[in-house]
């Protein structure tokens, strides 16, 4: 990594996924950030201060503009910006990014000193046509669960650590799991699920304190499979920050997010279902859409583990499509996996490959 050049100031626009002027600041790394935002866009501003502040040591200040579509007023906000500022022009709600883009051209400012960030090739590109990779500039980790949660002002609730302890202890009583025989469940997800389940079963000593306590039939109920994708995540891609069962709240709202791994500045957010039917997949993946944009923003990418099948109607590829807003766009797209591909990248090594490079 390469520390980047001295900046004094640089102006950012925000908008309600801040984890991507977050990512751009950490890349230009200002001694002072300006936070240009429309009225309703302050409690994101004011977060993300915060946030600068604490992590970068950045001064920052909000600055509000009325009328985000409104050019001339963006364009005076431009002028009372300090010389020399750097116009980071990524996000924004209405014309504000272009218009700031537009009145930095027409004061004749030079163009290395304004930017935007590719997000989905990971590159801070300057207007004179200079592409730094984010690798080059910003920290691997730089992006934390507790940095998304400050972000959009979650807050966790407390884990339940004796169900974590057991769902642990279950899985580790009953040994590796039998993925090369559930890969060959192609067609029949229903059977794939119910050989995890009698292999964690038959695996446990009866009676014990888990079964005792209930926790084996919670256990066997759908959270084994959050369990068991948190553990070949974390065995695919050991830098990952990989979290299971997170609940956050913020005000009367809350959310409980699967699996959650985060690597390489990007929040990876994960349904689990045993569930069989395409009805209940493609409600799955609706549902983990939305909650990986409330924690990760156009950043996040969404994916849903389920049993589906070719009988399952509609299929996998069928929910992926249902589940899309705009087909060609990444950052709107649910990563649907079925269980016995997920047993086939394990027995494989490609785990990683299946669901960390989109």
């Known amino acids: 990594m390469v520390s980047p050049a001295p900046l004094h100031t640089a102006a950012f626009v925000v908008d309600d996924h801040p984890l991507d002027t977050y990512l751009a600041c950490a890349a230009l790394r200002p001694t002072q950030a300006i936070l240009i935002h429309p009225p309703d866009r302050a409690d994101e501003a004011q977060r993300l201060r915060d946030v600068l502040t604490r992590r970068f040591a950045t001064t920052a200040h909000c600055e509000e503009i009325g009328d985000n579509t409104h050019f001339p007023q963006a364009q005076a906000l431009h002028a009372r910006l300090p010389a020399n500022t750097h116009v980071h022009h990524t996000g924004g709600d209405g014309s504000l990014a272009s218009s700031l883009r537009a009145a930095h051209f027409i004061a004749d400012r030079a163009p290395q000193d304004a930017s935007c960030l590719d997000e989905d090739r990971r590159l801070l590109r300057r207007d004179d046509g200079t592409d730094t990779p984010l690798a080059d500039l910003v920290p691997a980790n730089a992006?934390?669960?507790?940095?998304?949660?400050?972000?959009?002002?979650?807050?966790?609730?407390?884990?339940?650590?004796?169900?974590?302890?057991?769902?642990?202890?279950?899985?580790?009583?009953?040994?590796?799991?039998?993925?090369?025989?559930?890969?060959?469940?192609?067609?029949?997800?229903?059977?794939?699920?119910?050989?995890?389940?009698?292999?964690?079963?038959?695996?446990?000593?009866?009676?014990?304190r888990f079964t005792r306590s209930h926790h084996l039939e919670v256990f066997l109920r759908g959270l084994f499979l959050e369990y068991l994708l948190s553990r070949l995540i974390t065995q695919a891609a050991p830098g990952h920050e990989v979290h299971t069962g997170v609940r956050l709240t913020r005000d009367a709202m809350s959310l409980e997010l699967d699996v959650v791994a985060i690597g390489h500045y990007?929040?990876?957010?994960?349904?689990?279902?045993?569930?069989?039917?395409?009805?209940?997949?493609?409600?799955?993946?609706?549902?983990?859409?939305?909650?990986?944009?409330?924690?990760?923003?156009?950043?996040?990418?969404?994916?849903?583990?389920?049993?589906?099948?070719?009988?399952?109607?509609?299929?996998?590829?069928?929910?992926?499509?249902?589940?899309?807003?705009?087909?060609?766009?990444t950052a709107e797209q649910v990563l649907v996996v079925e269980l016995t591909s997920l047993a086939a990248a394990a027995v494989n090594g490609n785990v990683a490959d299946l669901l960390l490079a989109h």
């Not at 899985?171 to 025989?181: H, I, K, N, S």
């Open 143 to 208: 992006v934390t669960l507790e940095v998304l949660m400050d972000l959009q002002g979650f807050h966790r609730a407390r884990p339940d650590t004796e169900t974590q302890a057991a769902s642990h202890a279950l899985l580790d009583a009953a040994g590796p799991p039998p993925w090369e025989q559930v890969a060959r469940l192609v067609d029949d997800g229903t059977t794939a699920v119910a050989v995890l389940r009698r292999h964690i079963e038959e695996a446990q000593p009866r009676p014990n």
């Open 266 to 329: 990007r929040p990876y957010v994960f349904s689990c279902t045993t569930g069989r039917t395409g009805k209940n997949a493609k409600a799955k993946a609706f549902e983990v859409l939305a909650r990986a944009r409330q924690i990760g923003g156009q950043t996040a990418r969404p994916g849903l583990l389920a049993a589906l099948d070719t009988q399952s109607t509609p299929n996998a590829r069928q929910v992926a499509h249902l589940s899309t807003v705009d087909r060609d766009d």
